[in-house]
């Protein structure tokens, strides 16, 4: 692994800070997944915005990890399809949706 060192403007730092804290991780690991994620590039902005979410999904929920964790990520990536609006404005309410989902799946699933 290389340090890599970059500007960020303030909001999109704070954004990133956020998320990331949100999620119980770094900055710096918060960068690497959407780097990873943004690996995935599509034509148009709202299937690259679905495919965002849906990665953000993948990557909270670890589907392939046991049955349980399947069920988790099926269950949120259904919520998530079932609120998708492909009109939504910026990536970050998309973001906020599919972790919406997991959340929501991880409640269901703990319930079983």
């Known amino acids: 692994m290389r340090l890599t060192r970059f500007y960020l403007p303030d909001d999109l730092h704070r954004e990133i800070g956020e998320t990331a ?4 991780h770094t900055v710096s690991e918060e960068i690497r997944l959407r780097c990873e994620r943004r690996s995935l590039v ?5 299937t690259q915005r679905l495919a965002d979410a849906v990665a953000l999904v993948v ?3 670890k589907p392939l990890a ?3 964790a399947y069920r988790t990520f099926r269950l949120a990536l259904e919520k998530l399809l079932a609120n998708f609006d492909g009109n939504l404005r910026d990536g970050k309410a998309d973001s906020d949706a599919a972790m919406e ?3 929501f799946a991880l409640g269901a699933t703990s319930r079983q």
């Open 59 to 61: 990557q909270r929920t």
């Open 66 to 68: 046991d049955a349980n």
């Open 101 to 103: 989902a997991v959340g």
């Open 42 to 46: 599509f034509a148009d902005a709202t």
């Open 21 to 24: 804290a949100a999620a119980g």
